[in-house]
Every structure is written in C-alpha cells, then in structure tokens.
C-alpha cells in the first residue's frame, strides 16, 4: 500500500512539473493543506492532518477538470497501544465557478475518488467515495490564488459520510478562452476577429491592444481592481486608497511640497445651522481629504462676545460639531480624520461692538495642509 501511495504521488507531482511545458493551455497547478475528520464511530479513527496536491485544465472561464491526491497521517481510537495509520484520497472532480477566472468567486465541486486506508500490520481498506464540496477562491494576482473548500466524502462502500476541510494556492498557466458558439451554415457568419488574441472579439473589444497573456474582463480590457486607472498588470501598487494621487506606476505621489485649504463658515446669531451658501466650501474640503489621504482637519468654533462666557462656550463647541457631522454623515469623511474644539468669544476676527463684526465672529474654521509632489 505504502509503495502504491508513492508512486501515485510522484505520478502527479511528475505531472505537476510538466505543467510550464504547457503554458499556452489552460492548465494550472494547485496544492496546500488538509484535515480528514473521520466519522469516529465508524473508522476509530481521530482527524487526520496532510498535504495534497492538485492538477487542473480549465475549461472555460467557468468550469474546469481536477485530479487531487489527498494525504493524512493519524491514530486508530480504542486500540491499546493506539496505532498510526495513513490516508490517502485520489479523485477526479469537476468544479464550477460563479465569476469568470481571474475574478474572486464561489467555487462548488463534485467528483468520484479512491479512499484508502493503510494501518500496517492492522490491515488496509479501499473505499469507492462520492465527493462534493464549495468553497471561496481568492486572486492575488492575475495568474495566483488562495483557495478555501469544504469537502464532503460519501463512502459508497459503508454508507458514511467523512469531511476535509483544506487551505491551498492554485497557479494558473495560459489564458482562459471561452469557445466561440457554433454558427449555422445558412447564416451570416459573425466577424470573430481577435486581433489581440484576448478572447474578445474586435467588435466588442474596448481595449483592442492588449498585450499577450494579460487577462481581461468582458470588454477586452485588463483588470484594475484598486480602480486607480492603473491596470493591474501594470500596477507596482495594488492596493492605492480610494481617490489618492498616484503616478503612472498606480503608486501614491511622493510628498515634496505643502499645499493646504482653508475653511470659513459663519453662523446666524445664536445659532449652530449650517447656511445653504457654504455647503460647496464644506465639500471642497473633503475632496482635498479624498485626494490626501494621510491629512486629518481639526475644526475650531466661535462666537461674538454676546451671551454670558459660559453659553458661548457651549455654542462654539455646538457649531464646530455641527461641520464636523457635515463631513462624516453627508461627505463620507472618515471620523477618525476628523476633530472638533469649541473656543468660544475668543480671538475675535473683527469688533464686537458692531453688528458686522460679531456676525464675523460667529465662525467656524479650519486649516488643512499636505504635502504632495510638484
């Protein structure tokens, strides 16, 4: 059994690395962790940890073929001394996927394999199995992904029901095309020109020049999944915040110079209402906190020297929270980018002894200031 296990493993690993040879098909290799948790009252046998591997053609950008080899060592239960045994599950399965590839999705499986036992000098069993499982799979980069299943095994033998979950990374070689439909003879032939050869036709093509092996979506275009309009083949940064400068490379601007914006808003008398007229000043600021990321505001508040120390206190405070609600509730400004002070009759910017000094007074500002690149 040990040296049937053996060669059905270097069987597939020989397999594995003639996978490059045949880089211009849809075939990838795939491989990781597993964990055989056994039906206990029938096997007495506890979970089971190991390695497998996996060689895969891709079909279509949804489906594929797979061929898995499965591996575990564990314990028989309830023997004394308690005894190793390994595991192994060769199968064959067809797998399913809810987005095209090269797209995180949902992955179903379904396949027939070969369950077998081996405790050594205890003996050895062979088990025909039905195996089904789902899972998530993951792209971290256009060629390479992380997968997560959850598999079912049904022993047509014993009529038991057997799970292993398992962790991997697939590579996926070539590009995936899906067949052209048939056209009948007495219609108008469609023109299918591919003159990228991405898989998208001429006519449906929005990026016509792309270059070979970059994989595309629908329209012909390479993904930009950052959505910095950097495509990812391209991109040295993946990962750019939303709405941040960045250079042809889809990296953030290095920081050389300071730039900065200033905020004014002025309140009616003893009041905390945002006026209609500073709405667009309110909203350039979170623009410019969009397009810095690393800036934060601090939002100070005032009042004219009317009312006792103690209510304008309370009013300036009320006023700088009421622009800082603005941003985070109505501008989507991070709350954590964003403080609020009250400062009261202090500092005025103009004389309290007139009507148009003190509606100066009663204000709210703020100061922001980047560094970005010239």
């Known amino acids: ?34 964990l055989f948790l056994f039906d206990t009252e029938v096997h007495n046998l506890d979970s089971g940890f190991g390695p497998w591997l996996g060689l895969g053609y891709q079909i279509d950008d949804k489906w594929a073929v797979e061929l898995d080899y499965n591996m575990a060592d564990t314990d028989t239960r309830g023997l004394s001394p308690n005894v190793s045994a390994d595991v192994s599950l060769l199968s064959l399965n067809g797998i399913y996927r809810y987005a095209p590839v090269g797209q995180n999705s949902l992955l179903v499986k379904a396949g027939l394999g070969k ?93 016509a020049n792309t270059p070979a092996g970059v994989r595309v979506n629908s329209q012909g275009c390479p993904f930009d999944r950052d959505a910095d309009g950097v495509y990812d083949y391209l991109d040295e940064c993946p990962a750019t915040p939303a709405g941040a400068r960045i250079d042809d490379k889809g990296c953030r601007v290095q920081l050389t110079e300071k730039v900065s914006i200033d905020l004014y808003v002025s309140f009616p ?52 929270a009421k622009v800082g609600d603005y941003l985070v509730n109505k501008l989507n400004i991070d709350a954590a980018r964003v403080s609020t002070v009250g400062k009261g009759e202090a500092n005025p910017i103009a004389s309290n002894a007139t009507k148009e000094g003190r509606a100066k007074n009663r204000r709210v500002t703020a100061e922001i200031t980047a560094i970005v690149e010239k």
């Open 269 to 320: 008398l003893n009041s905390s209402y945002i006026p209609d007229e500073y709405n667009d000043e309110i909203k350039q600021v979170a623009d410019f906190m969009r397009e810095y990321p690393d800036t934060n505001v601090q939002l100070v508040g005032y009042t004219d020297s009317t009312g006792t120390e103690s209510y304008n206190q309370m009013l300036s405070e009320k006023r700088a």
């Open 115 to 207: 369950y077998e036992l081996d405790a050594g000098s205890r003996g050895e069993s062979t088990e025909t199995v039905l195996k089904a499982g789902a899972g998530y799979e993951y792209f971290i980069q256009p060629n390479l992904s992380a997968t997560f299943m959850w598999d079912l095994l049904y022993s047509t033998d014993e009529s038991l029901i057997d799970s292993m979950p398992s962790i991997g990374l697939k590579y996926q070689f070539g590009s995936v095309k899906s067949k052209p439909a048939k056209v009948e003879e007495t219609k108008p032939q469609v023109n299918t020109l591919d003159s990228d050869n991405d898989g998208v036709p001429n006519a449906q093509d929005v990026c």
């Open 1 to 34: 059994m040990e040296l049937n296990k053996t060669f059905k493993l270097a069987a597939l690993t020989a397999a594995m690395l003639s996978a490059p040879a045949m880089a211009e098909e849809p075939v990838y290799v795939t491989g990781g962790a597993n």
